[in-house]
């Protein structure tokens, strides 16, 4: 997984630095529940956030390689693919823990049929000044995320306890993983949607 992160991190790096026309092709037809890639922040999108991201789900990635314009992006859906792979035992593992740690009778086999649903999104940020916040505050929509790679610090989580923002940091090797509203509810509240921020 940590081979297959790096690679992906790169190889979507390197997409940012296409020209703006070239990743236009690339895009989104919605805002919820679709792949492909979305430029926020220039009052054409609901989000006021100033990003790039890209979606991805293994049925996107098969979509997009249909297209006429895929062998320009190839090395990026072809990392997309690897890292997919690689994460599937980590999600089971994670799935596993907490069905048993937090008494969710068959969380892991549910997780494990909507597999086909899960997504990777890829987010850059361009440069902005030091205590901006970038990232407006929220919790996903999801069931759970792995924060899997950052370039930079700055995603920060909002505690329960105290009220106040966290850090977040992803080491090299290390992830960050959180849960989304899909898993509160599931959890009838025991687990908490996790607030954050960049």
């Not at 895929?70 to 593992?93: G, M, N, Q, R």
């Not at 759970?144 to 080491?171: I, K, Q, R």
């Not at 090797?173 to 509810?185: K, R």
Request: charged content about 25%; hydrophobic content about 35%.
């Amino acid at each position: 997984t940590k081979v297959a992160v790096a690679a992906a991190a790169l190889a979507w790096e390197e997409f940012t630095q296409l020209p703006q026309v070239l990743k236009d092709r690339f895009t989104a037809s919605q805002l919820q529940f679709s792949i492909g890639y979305e430029r926020k922040g220039d009052g054409s999108r609901e989000s006021k956030d100033v990003k790039e991201n890209f979606d991805l789900t293994l049925d996107g990635i098969r979509a997009l390689e249909a297209t006429p314009h895929a062998h320009e992006i190839k090395e990026f859906l072809d990392t997309a693919k690897k890292l997919f792979t690689s994460l599937d035992p980590v999600a089971d593992t994670f799935c596993q823990m907490v069905e048993s740690r937090h008494d969710i009778p068959g969380f892991r086999q549910t997780a494990t049929r909507s597999a086909s649903n899960r997504f990777i999104r890829f987010l850059h940020y361009p440069p902005a000044p030091v205590g901006s916040v970038i990232g407006e505050a929220h919790t996903d929509h999801s069931g759970y995320t792995f924060h899997l790679y950052e370039s930079t610090g700055g995603c920060h989580g909002l505690s329960l306890a105290t009220n106040e923002w966290f850090d977040m940091p992803v080491d090299s090797g290390e992830m960050v993983v959180f849960g989304g509203m899909q898993l509160q509810l599931l959890s009838d509240g025991n687990i908490k949607a996790l607030c954050h921020e960049i």
